[in-house]
């Protein structure tokens, strides 16, 4: 009997364990990249600099608004296989950007059916409320329509992510390495 009960339970660690292998390998690779792009690119002004990805601790706003800084939290997400509540938000600053109202309405039946249908692909963690609430929305779309649940999921990732960002090992080496190339010169 307990040859039955461990067996599932040694191959449930053992994904962890390749879980967390694999993240950290996606982390050191990312890291690899952004190094090559960014420290070495032959024009000043499309540096990642230290100072830029220290102003990133400042806010989830300052981190979003930079390209290499949205670009590694996506990755950052992507390693915790966590990465809904930022395709989310993006999609729906995408939304808003749409004038026609049949690509609107098209685009939003994509998000409701990705994002916020209970059991979707990348499901977003909102109230019971918010999610009938778009859903209703989606029938006749507004660019408004997805705002509420745009407005939860910023907070969750401010909470949440943002945080386990800021601690992680993918953005404190990248700090370093930083930190190293300028007091290199």
């Not at 990312?30 to 540096?47: I, K, T, V």
């Not at 745009?150 to 960002?165: A, C, H, N, T």
């Amino acid at each position: 009997m307990t040859g039955l009960i461990s067996e599932p339970l040694v191959k449930h660690f053992n994904m962890d364990k390749d879980d967390r292998k694999r993240s950290k390998n996606l982390g050191k690779s990312f890291m690899c990249r952004l190094q090559c792009m960014f420290s070495r690119s032959s024009a000043p002004e499309s540096r990642l600099s230290l100072e830029d990805t220290q102003q990133w601790s400042q806010s989830l706003e300052r981190l979003l608004e930079s390209k290499y800084g949205l670009a590694t939290f996506r990755t950052f997400l992507k390693s915790e296989f966590s990465d809904e509540n930022i395709e989310f938000w993006l999609t729906c600053e995408d939304y808003k950007k749409i004038k026609s109202s049949f690509r609107m309405t098209s685009k939003a039946k994509k998000i409701y059916e990705q994002f916020v249908k209970a059991e979707s692909p990348k499901e977003i963690n909102i109230d019971y409320h918010t999610r009938e609430q778009i859903k209703r929305n989606v029938k006749s779309p507004t660019v408004q329509c997805f705002d509420e649940a745009q407005k939860i999921v910023y907070g969750l990732m401010e909470r949440d992510s943002y945080p386990r960002f800021l601690r992680s090992e993918m953005y404190r080496t990248l700090l370093d390495s930083l930190a190293a190339d300028a007091s290199r010169g």
